[in-house]
């Protein structure tokens, strides 16, 4: 099993990445897929699985290019990391337009080119022991 994002390889049974939290898939991602997805920009966040369906049903009306990341979270409760919407660089200023009168909740817009705004969940934890020298 491979994650499609950061191409990490997992024993059978694993079905989602540990670092990217997206579902893994049965073949080695393709290198021209690869870089489809590292070209998607990060939008927003939300903790509310309502507000990524409210999303994903708007964003559909409009034929727009889009995935959530870290969507598989919403089916544990609590969250424990926010669901992250991530569309093409040339649709990221149409996107906001169309989601800012939506008026979501849970929800953090990114401003600039990072999150900065949202308090992501601590999921990768600094090694406690001499890792680091
Ligand atoms: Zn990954």
Redesign the pocket.
């Known amino acids: 099993m491979y994650?499609p994002?950061?191409n990490?390889e997992y024993v059978e049974g694993v079905t989602e990445?540990a670092?990217?939290g997206?579902g893994l898939v049965a073949e080695p991602p393709d290198p021209a897929d690869q870089v489809a997805y590292v070209d998607y920009e990060h939008v927003l966040a939300t903790y509310n699985p309502g507000d990524v369906a409210l999303l994903k049903s708007v964003l559909d009306s409009e034929e727009l290019d889009y995935y959530f990341d870290g969507e598989d979270f919403l089916y544990s409760t609590p969250m424990v990391q926010p669901a992250e919407l991530l569309v093409r660089p040339e649709d990221v200023d149409r996107v906001r337009e169309i989601i800012k009168p939506l008026h979501l909740t849970g929800t953090s817009l990114a401003h600039d080119e990072t999150a900065e705004g949202i308090e992501l969940a601590d999921e990768e934890e600094p090694p406690a022991s001499d890792e680091e020298e």
Do not use: K, L, Q, Y
Request: charged fraction near 25%; proline fraction near 0%.
């Open positions: 994650c994002r950061c990490a990445c670092d990217c997206i």
